[in-house]
């Protein structure tokens, strides 16, 4: 069964560094998620893409974080400098161009953050 | 706009007891619904999902849930709880422009 792939799994960097997290997601999957989820909160939707398009972008810190889907394919999702407050699991996820409002997201295993 | 309600942020029942979880969703039309779970550390798994076909879904692990127009709500429940049905659950609604909306959570406990 096709996954959504995320790696690393886990950082553990020091505030002020450079983070980087990669995402894959299904093969033909035309958009992908960036969520943020603290400890014991539900997932906040950092951005959607529409293929290489960005199409909502409104809950990114844009003065630290970035995101790009160069080919459509796969994402990177940049933090820089990171702070404490970031500490938290950024999840990918991915679903197919379905008609509108029938789509399914599939969820990668997510990489856990952690800013000392 | 849309929006969902969980209406128990923790539920506690013994293991082979019926499981309830409570799900409200606010939208000016009938939306596509869904629920996820998440053991710790783990991304998010889907359960199962309305989308304005059959008003009872069944999903995996003998979870199943029904959606109830007149009550706007989709609870969640499974007749018998398994240990490894402890976990955090969301609801979640998505809007005609593939925007979700996640609930705020419930945690599940499920107490031998």
């Known amino acids: 069964e096709a996954e959504v792939a995320q790696s690393p799994r886990y950082k553990i960097t020091e505030k002020s560094q450079a983070v980087a997290f990669w995402c894959d997601p299904i093969?033909?999957?035309?958009?992908l998620y960036w969520y943020r989820q603290i400890l014991g909160q539900g997932p906040e939707l950092l951005v959607q893409?529409?293929?290489?398009?960005?199409?909502?972008d409104s809950q990114l810190p844009k003065d630290r974080f970035s995101a790009e889907r160069l080919k459509g394919v796969d994402s990177t999702l940049k933090i820089q400098p990171a702070e404490l407050g970031d500490s938290a699991m950024y999840l990918c996820?991915?679903?197919?161009?379905?008609?509108?409002?029938?789509?399914?997201?599939?969820f990668g295993p997510g990489t856990r953050l952690t800013v000392l | 706009a849309q929006s969902v309600t969980q209406l128990d942020s923790h539920v506690s029942v013994s293991e082979g007891t019926p499981v309830l979880l409570r799900c409200n969703y606010s939208?000016?039309?009938?939306?596509?619904l869904f629920w996820y779970v998440q053991h710790p550390n783990k991304g998010l798994q889907l359960l199962l999902k309305?989308?304005?076909?059959?008003?009872l879904v069944k999903g995996i692990n003998g979870f199943e849930a029904e959606f109830k127009k007149s009550e706007t709500s989709f609870h969640l429940t499974k007749p018998s709880a398994h240990m490894s049905d402890a976990a955090e659950y969301f609801c979640?609604?998505?809007?005609?422009?593939?925007?979700?909306?996640f609930g705020t959570g419930t945690s599940l406990t499920v107490i031998p």
């Open positions: 939208s000016s039309y009938s939306p596509s």
């Open positions: 979640v609604v998505l809007n005609t422009g593939n925007q979700f909306y």
């Open positions: 893409f529409q293929d290489e398009s960005v199409v909502d």
């Open positions: 309305y989308t304005s076909a059959a008003t």
């Open positions: 996820a991915s679903s197919p161009r379905g008609r509108a409002g029938t789509d399914t997201q599939y």
């Open positions: 093969s033909g999957h035309a958009t």
